[in-house]
């Protein structure tokens, strides 16, 4: 049996090894369905099967142990070509190494066919057992035979959603189950339970594959999902990322002559990061440059929250904030997280709900109640309470920060206004 | 620079700036598993390139990104150490194939899981070594938000011109602290293509002829082609270690080499009679620039290095070292990686190493070792 997708009939494995009989039956199938040897791209795994390469006049593709369906994936993904077939050639090896990628492409249901040349053992590397190897099956590493079963790998890629999975013996001409399986609109997967001559048939002399197969307690058959084949949908995308962020012009003046840094924090969910972020901006388009970042635990919706700002009438490189000069906190999170830094401060200003008691530190103190309008505006409160105190920026600022990211319908503004004396 | 008059100023974060200039650049696809600080870089990605696939880990998201390039695609993705580690061994098949793609390594505090929302900059060595065989990838460091619009979009030209997976190096601190920034300093980016193999003669797809072997997708019936991540000769051909074969892998480092002069960047900032120079890339560098200006306001004569281009080692910043009494390397790690790299693992005297383990270099700490 021979076939234009391959350039020899004489291939490169053992005499009588079971992978003979999969690459010649599987090509022959491929010519017979009208694949012309370019629509072909055959990616194989490594392992005796994956030494096939050069006598194939198809695309090649020849990539790392247990990785061939998931390379064969990425193929799938960037063809847009239909009539282009995806074909892998993997052994048992590679399925247990990459189970994860079999187990994905089944799951996507990728357009794209998997033949697993399952002789039971890693040949390649000296008959070693596998995950695949049935129970009982002697290997170099069992040869009282197998104390476990192996995967079944056909229920396993059936029940992550294949379309068309299906377990063979490679004995005699079955090219029909290649045919069903390349025709497949979606994924499919062929185990083909072969035998090893070189260990397989040494160590388990007078065992006949099917009753390996059926002793194992594995079926021959073929099952079936009925859905449709993946599609690439994408959801909406964006043009440009730049112009998802707003352009902020300068409108006011700062009052600023070197640059201070900032710490602001109170807990999760009282709006800290929306505060640093509509204060950041604020100072921007007060004409001083800015940096920003937050700090707050993993699970992102308690304990403290905190951010870090830096404010500078010039360019700002380093950005770190040892001691800072000015501290703003709302609630005892807050207070703890930041309790070495203020007691650490020398000088500068810590502005401090009212409601907390006074740490210990060299910083003016200015309390004042942040959480009149809320929890949830505590941030919020503090940073135009701070504006409005300190002077830095025009206070007004922050609130054409928020007209201009339309936030004013969202957040309590003249409430805010309203809890600040002299505003 | 373009054209515009008014300065269009912006609250943005690096990784923003990084994903659209590789978009612009020509990649197409990002492909990742999450993975703190490398995040925003995966929304964005998301949200910008025109392909973006989910990975359920590292090793695939390598390889999903390997196929697409097969098929001519220049795919980005994002990650810190520990994605970085499963997929070395798909970055050497990349490399092996050479396959164009970028990935964004964005730096944390390690061993292991370490602390992922701790920076640093510990995984130069690991870049330098991570293939077998030690040839060399090209590693760009960005140090600022204008490194994280032009050096991403070098990151996708060298990848396709060169064929062969590039690292972005950059740390928490740089991608994801929101800063002002003018929207106008940004220039025009370029939009590469993937140079195709257009002749009707044989086609091999790794041809010694030229330094870069011509590409073609595997969409295309007119020629076959064959990547192999095994040794090969150039038509792709598994081989033992044929002569021909051997010397395709050494074409392999001769071309990322050959071009480095292309791909040299770094900023220099000299100043007449000084005898000290700070040498720091990375998140460490803005510390440096603020140090190298205080000293110089002290009347301490200082230049300033920042290297971009880690890998390949070019000889150019021995070179612009060796011209002072003494030197200052600044980064984020316990042993020197960058020192370690030009200068091995017995630093000369006069080159001094400030170190950081989870906080950030300060200026200060550079100035005194300046001043010691
Ligand atoms: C990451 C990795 N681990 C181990 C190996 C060594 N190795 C090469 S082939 C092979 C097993 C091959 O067995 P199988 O996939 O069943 O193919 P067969 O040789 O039986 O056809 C192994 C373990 C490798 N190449 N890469
Ligand atoms: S070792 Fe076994 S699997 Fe490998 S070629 Fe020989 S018979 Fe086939
Ligand atoms: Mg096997």
């Known amino acids: ?423 | 620079m373009q054209e515009k008059d008014k300065c269009e100023r912006v609250l943005i974060d690096g990784s923003r700036l990084m994903i659209e200039s590789m978009a612009r650049a020509g990649a197409d696809a990002f492909i990742g598993y999450p993975i703190t600080p490398a995040n925003l870089l995966y929304a964005y990605g998301s949200q910008r390139m025109s392909i973006m696939l989910p990975a359920p880990d590292e090793i695939t998201t390598l390889q999903w990104m390997s196929g697409l390039s097969i098929t001519g695609k220049i795919p980005v993705t994002a990650t810190s150490y520990p994605g970085l580690a499963l997929m070395i061994e798909s970055v050497n098949m990349a490399y092996m194939m050479e396959l164009p793609m970028v990935i964004v390594l964005v730096q944390r505090l390690g061993p292991a899981t370490g602390t992922a929302t701790c920076g640093a900059q510990g995984d130069l060595l690991a870049l330098k070594g991570m293939m077998s065989g030690g040839h060399p990838l090209p590693v760009l460091a960005t140090s600022n938000f204008e490194d994280c619009w032009k050096l991403s979009e070098k990151a996708v030209h060298i990848a396709a011109k060169l064929r062969t997976p590039v690292v972005l190096l950059t740390s928490k601190e740089e991608v994801m602290t929101q800063k002002s920034f003018d929207l106008n300093l940004l220039d025009n980016i370029k939009q590469t293509q993937l140079k195709y193999f257009d002749k009707d003669s044989n086609y091999k797809t790794y041809d010694a002829e030229g330094l870069v072997p011509e590409f073609l997708p595997v969409n295309q019936n007119v020629h076959q082609v064959r990547f192999n991540a095994s040794t090969h000769d150039q038509y792709g051909i598994l081989q033992h270690s044929s002569e021909d074969a051997l010397n395709n892998t050494r074409r392999l480092e001769k071309k990322i080499n050959e071009y480095l002069d292309e791909y040299t960047y770094y900023d220099y900032d000299q100043q007449d009679g000084a005898k000290n120079i700070v040498v720091s890339y990375g998140i460490s560098s803005a510390a440096a620039i603020d140090a190298v200006s205080d000293l110089r306001k002290q009347g301490i004569k200082t230049s300033l290095l920042i290297p971009k281009t880690l890998i390949p080692v070019t000889n150019v910043y021995k070179k612009i070292i060796n011209k002072y009494k003494k030197t200052v390397i600044a980064e984020e790690n316990i042993n020197n990686q960058f020192g370690q790299l030009l200068f091995g693992v017995e630093r000369p005297e006069n080159i001094r190493f400030v170190e950081g383990l989870g906080k950030m270099i300060t200026p200060e700490e550079i100035i005194k070792e300046v001043k010691k």
């Open chain 1, 1 to 423: 049996m021979s076939s234009q997708l391959l350039n020899t009939s004489s291939l490169p494995y053992c005499k009588g090894c079971g992978h003979d009989l999969i690459a010649k039956q599987s090509m022959k199938a491929l010519e017979d369905l009208g694949f012309s040897p370019l629509d072909v791209i055959m990616v194989t795994d490594i392992g005796c099967h994956g030494i096939i390469d050069k006598c194939l006049n198809t695309h090649t593709v020849h990539g790392l142990h247990g990785r061939s369906a998931a390379l064969g994936a990425g193929i799938s993904y960037g063809l847009e070509n239909p009539d282009k077939k995806v074909v892998v050639f993997i052994g048992d090896g590679g399925a247990t190494i990459g189970l994860q990628h079999i187990m994905e492409a089944a799951r996507l249901n990728l357009n794209m066919t998997v033949i697993l040349h399952n002789n039971m053992l890693y040949g390649m590397t000296g008959g070693q057992t596998s995950g695949l190897t049935p129970k009982n099956f002697a290997t170099t590493t069992s040869y009282e035979g197998n104390p476990l079963s192996g995967y079944d790998i056909c229920a396993l890629t059936h029940t992550a959603g294949a379309s068309y999975t299906c377990r063979v013996l490679g004995i005699g001409d079955i090219s029909d189950k290649f045919s069903s399986a390349f025709q497949v609109k979606g994924f499919s997967l062929l185990e083909i339970v072969e035998i090893c001559p070189s260990y397989g048939v040494k160590l388990n002399p007078r065992r006949k594959l099917n009753e390996i197969v059926e002793s194992s307690g594995r079926k021959i058959g073929e099952w079936e999902n009925s859905r449709p084949a993946y599609k690439l949908s994408q959801g909406k995308k964006t043009k440009d990322l730049l112009s998802k962020v707003s352009i902020i012009d300068r409108e006011y003046t700062h009052n600023l002559k070197e640059p201070i840094s900032i710490i602001l924090s109170g807990s999760a969910g009282e709006g800290v990061q929306l505060a640093a972020a509509i204060l950041s901006k604020s100072a921007i388009r007060s004409g001083l440059d800015v940096t920003q970042k937050g700090s707050y635990p993993v699970t992102v919706g308690v304990g403290f929250s905190t951010a870090e700002l830096n404010l500078s009438p010039g360019k700002i490189n380093f950005h770190g904030i040892n001691i800072p000069d000015v501290v703003i906190i709302t609630s005892e999170d807050g207070l703890k997280h930041n309790l070495k830094r203020i007691n650490n401060m020398k000088k500068g200003v810590l502005y401090i709900d009212k409601s907390l008691d006074i740490p210990e530190t060299g910083a003016e103190i200015i309390q004042y109640d942040f959480r009149s309008v809320g929890a949830k505006n505590a941030a919020l409160t503090s940073i135009v309470f701070f504006s409005k105190k300190s002077g830095i920026i025009n206070y007004k600022s922050i609130f054409k920060t928020i007209e201009s990211e339309s936030m004013d319908k969202k957040l309590p503004v003249d409430k805010i206004k309203n809890s600040i004396a002299g505003l």
